[in-house]
């Protein structure tokens, strides 16, 4: 509720109480936007490395509240804000005023880093991956933790911004810092019930540095034969990884099979060559290694979703302030719109998983219903209906512009709002496919023990998207303006004699190229194969596909010994996709 009831009207205070144009205000809140988003890469290498994720989330937690009350204080005290008058004028801010909003702004940004990438994943770490029954309750928790997080985005689109508003900026902020502290009591109540997963500093201290050992392994062993059979490679038993305790044996993928190299034996001539020296990585540390870089690929295809989401606070909500907005003797405020993205989640969410999850299941057989990739697809699929409900919708307001002779930047246009409702309902339902299913498969995807760090690819993309909207905007305002500056502005200050229709068409053309790229993506991804079991032999031990289905089956296993780079033990049975075939 507190970043929302921040972040959902912030272009309104800039442009009324800062007095900002409309490109710089949509700037401002993109590049405030995305630094909350990509801050998140330093707390979670913190978490992930010195403190983990419950010290790392309470130290910011604090740092965040504390911006939450600068923000509240720059709105409210006198000499922290422009003077305005009660038909709605404001004078020009001062420096020192600017500079303390803004300073704020970024306190919060800073506390932010440590509480996005590590409450969602602390919340995921309360439940054990061999127990089935709780495997089973973690397949929906990201869900759940998604409509509870949306469920107060909702009170600040809903609530928060008609105060701000109509009562005034101060009480508006004051809410959700108080609502803030309040939550934040009411979680460490829980303190004694939580449990905490060990840090694994051996990946987590050095995620670059097992890419570079990796790399370089590959490189110096470029020359190597690989093996026909992949369990020639150099790989360590399984009761080596049972007794590491928090390290999960990852079987081999076909992907990046250059990559392979690293893994690869050496034959008794090579041992006494120069290679003797490299380093021998397994096969775990490899496709450690492949997991990075086919997420990085995947992360790369979502900018443009996250690009298009970032319309919400900025353009959708000036195109807004154009229309009619009277309900019912009332003047709601355009950013309010935004709560039926929330509405439709929030409804979308249940049905999601109680209806189409089972059905789908039933001809699957996958847990998840569908694949995670799937779910991503049908997410971009939606975003790309967005912004072509959002082309249409300008069309239809241009037209009216045009008829009514509307000119000035002020001018209210005759067309009600609830005309856009349509591409924020879809907003909101393609969320449950597309951020909650980024969400779960940076999660999901990442190795033993980077799951901060993995999460902050969601993070990271919609911080990107901010960052990538910024530059768009600016380009596309530079480029449509003309050297001169005399020429019309695709995003001028008075949306009622630019051409916004234009810039929307640009974006569905970028969303469908970006569609295209994400297929071509998704069907040659190969999802994360891992070993998860207790140690002992002849125990229960379950391969977890994000791609397939979960099988439960008894393995035999026979431990072998690995030195070096020398073999290890062949296993009778191979589970992959949720499927078990004998080697």
Known sequence: MAFYGVASNLVVYLTTQLREETVSSVRSVN?????????PIVGAYIADTFLGRFWTFTISSFIYLSGMVLITLAVSVKTLHPHCTPDGGCARA?????????????????????????????GADQFDDLDARERKIKASFFNWWTFSSFTGGLVAMLVLVYVQEEVGWGVGYTIPTVGLALSLLLFYVGTPFYRHKPLRRSTAAG????IGKVLR?????????????PKELHERDTAWYAAAGNKRRLLHTPAYRFLDKAACTLSERESETS???????TVTEVEEVKLIAGMIVVWLVTLVPCTI???????????GTTLDRSVGGLRIPAASLGSFITISMLLSIPIYDRVFVPLVRRRTGNPRGITLLQRLGIGCALQVLVVACAYLVEIRRMRVIRERSIHGAHDTVPM????MLPQYVLLGVGDVFNSIGILEFFYDQSPEGMQSLGTTFFTRGLGVGNFLNSLLVTIVDQATRGSSGKSKSWIGDNLNDSHLDYYYVFLVFLSVVNMALFVWVAMRYKYKREFMEDGAIGISE???VAGGKVTDTLLMLEHGKAEGCGKVADTPLVVEHGKVDSP
């Not at 590049?31 to 801050?39: A, E, L």
């Not at 300073?103 to 919060?108: Q, S």
């Not at 392994?217 to 059979?229: F, V």
Request: charged content about 10%; glycine content about 6%; hydrophobic content about 45%.
């Open 31 to 39: 590049n405030w936007t995305g630094s909350v988003w990509m801050t």
């Open 207 to 210: 995620p670059a540095k097992l």
């Open 94 to 122: 001062t420096r020192q005023q600017v500079t303390f909003f803004y300073a704020a702004l970024y306190t919060m940004a800073i506390g932010a880093g440590g509480t996005k990438p590590n409450v969602s994943t602390f």
């Open 542 to 544: 379950t391969d977890i």
């Open 309 to 319: 989401w970032v319309q919400v606070n900025t353009l959708f909500v000036k195109q």
């Open 275 to 281: 290679l003797a020296m490299v380093s021998c990585c």
């Open 416 to 419: 009600n709002i609830f005309w």
């Open 217 to 229: 392994a590959a490189y110096e062993k470029r020359g190597c034969q690989l093996p026909s059979d």
